[in-house]
């Protein structure tokens, strides 16, 4: 067995199951914090060919989510997020399918952007779409943006993160969707969990090395939230999803983020 150190909170971590689509990475599980990583990252190249296995098998056997949120999930984001109104300019980081966005203009947002370097634009009125960074005007700024099931993607969660900080207003704020590491499932299930096995998932984060990544990032208030989502279940599965959101054990991590201005 390799012992190693978490990436977050430095505690000893444990190497653990690979995921079955990529037998030749390893996953590291914090014995602390919970995070999971890989023991050796894939490069960029290696992930894009990585996205292409997942994105197939998804779509032959339904184990990765192939698809976007949907608009009745993004609006009940927004709310949680953002309460009854969302003011001022908005950018979603990873658009998908631009579901998240069309919400936002439901919510009266008059001013979104959608930076998307992956996925297919979207032609969709009101909605400004960007493939790179280089394609926003150097003083644009956002009061808030968003990252929905996003950061677990990346290969440099540190390097993004700050770059983002530096694309708010004074005042502006970060939200986050992410798995969480320290959900029941991954508690019992360890690195066998189902987001562990996807693996496009390059850092899984617990809400203890969520919070640590950001501040590393240069955000000095980090706030988890436990309001209810609204997933796109039947009413009886939706009542328990709220009581394990409200518990801190749900699948998911929703935390906003900002910098005191």
Request: some cysteine; glycine content about 10%.
């Amino acid at each position: 067995m390799t012992f190693i150190k978490c990436k977050w909170c430095n505690s000893d971590a444990v190497n653990g199951a690979q995921p079955d689509l990529e037998k030749e990475l390893t996953r590291w599980l914090c014995t602390g914090c919970g995070a999971m990583g890989y023991i050796k990252d894939p490069t960029a190249e290696e992930l894009v060919q990585i996205y292409k296995k997942a994105w197939k098998d998804s779509n032959n056997i339904g184990r990765f989510a192939a698809g976007s949120t949907s608009k009745r999930m993004a609006s009940s984001l927004i709310s949680v997020f953002c309460g009854s109104t969302v003011r001022g300019s908005c950018l979603e980081y990873g658009g998908g399918h631009g579901k998240f966005a069309e919400a936002l203009l439901e919510h009266e947002v008059d001013d979104v952007f959608v930076f998307e370097p992956f996925g297919l634009r979207q032609n969709i009125v009101g909605i400004s779409w960007l493939s790179s960074w280089g394609k926003l005007p150097l003083d644009k700024k956002f009061d808030w943006i968003f990252m929905v099931e996003v950061i677990e993607h990346l290969l440099d969660p540190l390097g993004e993160l700050s770059r983002i900080r530096r694309r708010l207003t004074p005042g502006g704020k970060l939200a986050i969707t992410t798995p969480n590491a320290r959900g029941w499932r991954p508690i019992k299930e360890g690195t066998n969990w189902r987001e562990a096995q996807n693996p496009t998932h390059i850092n899984l984060f617990s809400p203890l090395a969520l919070e640590k990544c950001l501040r590393r990032s240069g955000f000095n208030q980090v706030q988890r939230l436990y309001k209810p989502v609204c997933y796109d279940r039947k009413k009886l599965s939706n009542f328990g999803l709220a009581i394990m959101q409200m518990l801190g054990i749900d699948g998911g991590i929703r935390v906003v983020a900002h910098q005191d201005t």
